[in-house]
């Protein structure tokens, strides 16, 4: 959010999205999770732009809200008057916090052919780090400047790879309601220089002790500036090793590291009440 560089890791799962061209003047859209159930439709009126029908009033308006914004980006979407049959499949739950907003603006922009930088800040005040990650082939180092965004290709293949995972919490955390809580809380230079060494040192270590003392070090870095308990010391103070947020502090998904076997690490988790453990090579890309 501040200008710090960032490794991000694109995953394998994320959304598509199917559009057929009919004959009429409205949008017919139905979103199906990730078991292929439908979990939200609407239709839009594209000769008044208004709403006629959704199952979900806020998703709706977020919905319209991003056609407006393709729109505004580039006039000749959707001038043809046509009716729009479009089907939008989530390939992961949506409660792992995987950027399903983001993914969904970037598929617009391609649909609407608009740059999806521009479309995401139309729409969002986030960093943009997962627009950036939905356009990705593999892992990558980003920053968000004042005026600027930079996006590296990197290496991030850990030869401890097997000793890590992601365990969703079933916590869905509002990314919106985060952002809006440390837009104002502005670090240092010195807090953001430390953040970005830290993400080039990370693609450097060779051993999992290593990334643990990593892990660590991040943690706590990002604990003392916000002023909040580090996930581990709040939820799992007896795990034998590291635990790190991803996104959001405290909700949606975080990475885990175990030096014991993969059906240990399940069930101390699952003794949490957490039955979902993913390996690291199951969901990167």
Known sequence: MHGATVLALPTKLGQRMKMQELT???V????????GKKWFDAEIDLMQFDITSTSDERTGKFLKKIFKACINNNSEFLSHWKKYKVEHYLEFPI???????????YNMASWADVNPYHLYFDLET???YDVACAGADGPILYSLKKDSLSIDDVDFNPVFEDQLYFLPLGIK???RTAVKKIQNNIPDKNMIRRISELSEK?????????????VEEHENTVSDFIKEKTIKSEKFSDFWGSVKSLGSWHGDMVLVTSDKSEKE??????????????PFRELVL
């Open 265 to 278: 690490t399940f069930d101390y988790f699952l003794s949490k009440g957490m039955p979902k453990l993913i």
């Open 126 to 128: 986030g960093s943009g």
């Open 95 to 105: 409660d792992w916090g995987l950027g399903s907003s983001s993914t969904l603006i």
């Open 202 to 214: 990370v693609l450097e270590l060779k051993s999992l002790k290593a990334f643990e003392n990593w």
């Open 24 to 26: 009429g003047s409205e």
């Open 173 to 175: 955390v509002d990314s």
């Open 28 to 35: 017919i859209w139905t979103s199906y999770d990730h078991q």
